[in-house]
Antibody, heavy 117, light 107 residues
Framework: EVQLQESGPGLVKPSQSLSLTCSVT????????WGWIRKFPGNKMEWMGY???????SYNPSLKSRISITRDTSKNQFFLQLNSVTTEDTATYYC???????????WGQGVMVTVSS | DIQMTQSPASLSASLGETVTIECRAS??????LAWYQQKPGKSPQLLIY???SLHTGVPSRFSGSGSGTQYSLKINSLQSEDVASYFC?????????FGSGTKLEIK
């Protein structure tokens, strides 16, 4: 069974970087597409970007200057780094598998990240 | 970006009823649409992809339809376990975008 699990700090200070890890079991990240999605307070959802089976990336232009998604295939993990965070980056962050680069068929449980001093 | 307008924002219905949730895209998305269910405290679950294809393991009382810019999710014979939020997502064009969600309650 495909399982994803996010990990990382729940509190980040403004202007610092947010770093999250998604650990995947039951499926290799060298297949398919692996994305990050966040849900803001108030329930708006935003696709942040993904890393493909080949390691290529695609990012939401609204984040393009601040976001980086990388991976470690030896550990079957992929990572999110979001730089220069503000309070508006406070959200629940999900990692998910995007089957063939379209719909997200497996999701992690989500990690709530608060940006506050 | 393609804007997804979802309605209604909330919905209250009786057990056994049929409910419909709609999403309108700001341009043709050529059936590149998914529907998700999210229960409180849980992660989203894929229900429908390609506008009308039922994801593995999803009960057949859920169905999707539509084309062009107009899409809908129908839930037949509403069950108590269907209490959740539902949202649509387009993947026809980058960046992928989501509807604002519909909160479904039992009357």
């Amino acid at each position: 069974e495909v399982q994803l699990q996010e990990s990382g700090p729940g509190l980040v200070k403004p202007s610092q970087s947010l770093s999250l890890t998604c650990s995947v079991t039951g499926y290799s990240i060298t297949s398919n597409y692996w994305g990050w999605i966040r849900k803001f307070p108030g329930n708006k959802m935003e696709w942040m970007g993904y890393i493909s089976y080949s390691g290529s990336t695609s990012y939401n232009p609204s984040l393009k200057s601040r976001i980086s998604i990388t991976r470690d295939t030896s550990k079957n993990q992929f990572f999110l780094q979001l730089n220069s965070v503000t309070t508006e980056d406070t959200a629940t962050y999900y990692c998910a598998r995007s089957y063939c680069g379209i719909a997200f068929d497996y999701w992690g449980q989500g990690v709530m990240v608060t940006v506050s001093s | 970006d393609i804007q997804m307008t979802q309605s209604p924002a909330s919905l209250s219905a009786s057990l056994g009823e049929t409910v419909t949730i709609e999403c309108r895209a700001s341009e043709d998305i050529y059936n590149g649409l998914a529907w998700y269910q999210q229960k409180p405290g849980k992660s989203p679950q894929l229900l429908i992809y390609n506008a009308n294809s039922l994801h593995t393991g999803v009960p057949s009382r859920f169905s999707g339809s539509g084309s062009g810019t107009q899409y809908s999710l129908k839930i037949n014979s509403l069950q108590s376990e269907d209490v959740a939020s539902y949202f649509c997502q387009q993947y026809y064009d980058y960046p992928f975008t989501f509807g604002s969600g519909t909160k479904l309650e039992i009357k």
